[in-house]
C-alpha cells in the first residue's frame, strides 16, 4: 500500500512542472491582452495561449525514452537520469519533421508579437534559444524528476529551423495584413 501512495505520488509530482508553466501562460496572456484589449488582440493572445500550452505538454510532462531506426547510430550519454544526444544523427527521422512543426507557430507568433523590433538575426537568435529552452527544460526536469526525456542537439536544430520558416511564412504572407490591425 505504501508502494502504491509514494508511486502516485511520485507521478503526480512530475506533472507539476507543466502545470506551474501552463498557469504561467495563461496569466502572461490575459494580462498581455488586457493591456489594449481588441478582437484582434483576443484571437492572437487566446490561440497562441491554447498553442503554447499544448506545447508545454508535449516538451514537459513525462513521457518514455524515444527509439527512431537513427537512434542506433545516436552518440549520447548519460547525466544523471538524462540521455543526452550530443551529435545530431536523425535531421531525416519523422520526429525531426514533427519538431519542425512544433515550431512553425512560433515563428509566426514571434513576428506577429514583435515585427517592429526584429530584424533576420535577432529571428535565428530567437531560434535558437527556443530550441535550447526546450531542450535546456527537459534536461533540468529529467534531472530533477525524471520525466524520461531525450535531450537530443538535433531537437534545437529542428525546433530552430522551425521557428525561422514560421517567421519567413508570417514575414511573406501575414505582414502585409498586419498593418491594419491593433498590431501595427
Request: positive net charge; charged residues 10%; hydrophobic residues 50%.
Amino acid at each position: 500500500e505504501f508502494r502504491r501512495v509514494l508511486f502516485r505520488s511520485m507521478f503526480i509530482i512530475k506533472y507539476i512542472p507543466f502545470l506551474g508553466l501552463a498557469l504561467i501562460i495563461l496569466i502572461g496572456c490575459l494580462i498581455a491582452y488586457e493591456r489594449r484589449p481588441s478582437l484582434d488582440r483576443a484571437i492572437v493572445f487566446g490561440s497562441l495561449a491554447v498553442y503554447l500550452v499544448c506545447v508545454a505538454w508535449l516538451l514537459f510532462t513525462p513521457g518514455q525514452y524515444f527509439f527512431d531506426p537513427y537512434a542506433y547510430y545516436a552518440r549520447y550519454f548519460y547525466w544523471h537520469h538524462a540521455k543526452i544526444i550530443y551529435y545530431p544523427s536523425a535531421l531525416r527521422s519523422m520526429g525531426s519533421y514533427m519538431n519542425i512543426v512544433m515550431t512553425i507557430p512560433a515563428g509566426v507568433y514571434l513576428g506577429i508579437l514583435f515585427h517592429r523590433h526584429l530584424n533576420w538575426l535577432t529571428v535565428i537568435l530567437c531560434a535558437g534559444l527556443v530550441g535550447i529552452f526546450n531542450e535546456g527544460n527537459q534536461l533540468i526536469l529529467d534531472m530533477i524528476i525524471n520525466i524520461q526525456r531525450t535531450v537530443d542537439i538535433t531537437d534545437v536544430l529542428t525546433n530552430a529551423a522551425g521557428v525561422v520558416i514560421g517567421y519567413l511564412a508570417f514575414y511573406c504572407l501575414v505582414r502585409p495584413w498586419l498593418k491594419n490591425t491593433s498590431f501595427a
